[in-house]
């Protein structure tokens, strides 16, 4: 079966800039998740879904950062007024729960802010 | 702060030896570690994982070690093959997976 897929794969952007990440999860997961990994950084947790319940925002780094998840499915998460400090590679992960510990992942977008 | 700390960023081994790669975390409430393996280009692949109540587990080449006490976790690769060249990730979590903190990374390369 599909596993999560996240678009897109690299997006340049010019300071200031507000852009879009996509991430599809495995169809069924409830959980989903948003980190980012800076260079030479390890994963850092952004937000989690899970179900209809309001999500752990407690990740996010400022409020330029907001995601949403729709019909519990696709996510998007956007960045306003995109600085050079948030080039990183976003990653997406679901799982079938919030209780469920392994967590899938996408393969990232890559995001340069120039 | 950095909860989960991999305090080697590289580690190189020859094919056919162990492979032992480490991990170290400050936060005694973490009650589930788990390994993940990152090729790049790719997202991070779920690997083994252990529960606080257990010591050791194992998963065919692969056996992840946790010593509460000492708030360390390791994995042991036997034998290391060169498909096992990633970067591996430590992650910890406790009450839920919310609160999933991960490692920096160490970066295996295992030479023919």
């Known amino acids: 079966g599909a596993g999560v897929s996240q678009s897109p794969s690299n997006k340049v952007t010019e300071k200031g800039k507000d852009v879009e990440l996509r991430c599809d999860p495995i169809s069924g997961h409830t959980a989903l998740y948003w980190y980012r990994q800076s260079l030479g950084q390890g994963l850092e947790f952004l937000i989690y879904f899970q179900g209809n319940s309001a999500p752990d925002k407690s990740g996010l780094p400022s409020d330029r950062f907001s995601a949403e998840r729709t019909g519990g499915s696709v996510s998007t998460l956007t960045i306003q007024r995109t600085q050079q400090e948030d080039s990183a590679v976003y990653l997406c992960?679901?799982?079938?729960?919030?209780?469920?510990?392994?967590?899938?992942f996408g393969p990232g977008t890559r995001l340069t802010v120039l | 702060d950095q909860q989960v700390k991999q305090n080697s960023p590289s580690l190189s081994v020859q094919e056919g030896r162990i492979s032992i790669l480490n991990c170290d975390y400050t936060?005694?409430?973490?009650?589930?570690f788990l390994w993940y393996k990152k090729y790049p280009a790719e997202g991070p692949t779920f690997l083994i994982s252990?529960?606080?109540?257990?010591d050791k587990n194992e998963d065919g080449r692969f056996t992840v070690f946790l010593n509460k006490s000492a708030k360390h976790l390791s994995l042991h690769i036997v034998p290391s093959q060169p498909g096992d060249s990633a970067v591996y990730f430590c992650?910890?979590?406790?009450?839920?997976?919310?609160?999933?903190?991960f490692g920096a990374g160490t970066r295996l390369t295992v030479k023919p």
């Open positions: 936060n005694s409430m973490f009650d589930y």
């Open positions: 992650a910890a979590s406790f009450n839920n997976n919310n609160d999933m903190r």
């Open positions: 252990i529960s606080s109540i257990k």
């Open positions: 992960a679901s799982s079938v729960s919030g209780g469920e510990y392994t967590q899938y």
